[in-house]
């Protein structure tokens, strides 16, 4: 059975930081594409950063130079450092593995307001 538990949300001042995690299990978390999605009230689902097994990364404009994504293969988890948050980023963060993410976490809720 796939899991993907998020965490590390919560609420954070315009020009904070955070740092998401998600640990993966039930699937080949090593040979795995993940990423990380968001979705705010009233918007569509958008890409936020997307690594690779091989660890080559992708991000989304808005995060782009902000946010990193990076991986740890020995402890099956995928993480997401956010810096310089803005009030744009709230949202709902999910964590997804699978080059066409195939499986969804629960999901974890960052807000960023002062």
């Known amino acids: 059975q796939v899991q993907l538990v998020e965490s590390g949300g919560g609420l954070v001042q315009p020009g904070g930081s955070l740092r998401l995690s998600c640990v993966g299990s039930?699937?080949?978390?090593?040979?795995?594409?993940m990423a990380w999605c968001r979705q705010a009230p009233g918007k569509e689902r958008e890409l936020v950063a997307f690594i690779r097994s091989g660890g080559t990364t992708n991000y989304g404009d808005s995060v782009m130079g902000r946010f990193t994504i990076s991986r740890d293969n020995a402890k099956n988890t995928v993480y997401l450092q956010m810096n310089s948050l803005q009030s744009d980023d709230t949202a709902v963060y999910y964590c997804?593995?699978?080059?066409?993410?195939?499986?969804w976490g629960q999901g974890t809720q960052v807000t960023v307001s002062s």
């Open positions: 997804t593995a699978g080059a066409s993410a195939n499986y």
């Open positions: 039930g699937f080949g978390f090593r040979v795995s594409s």
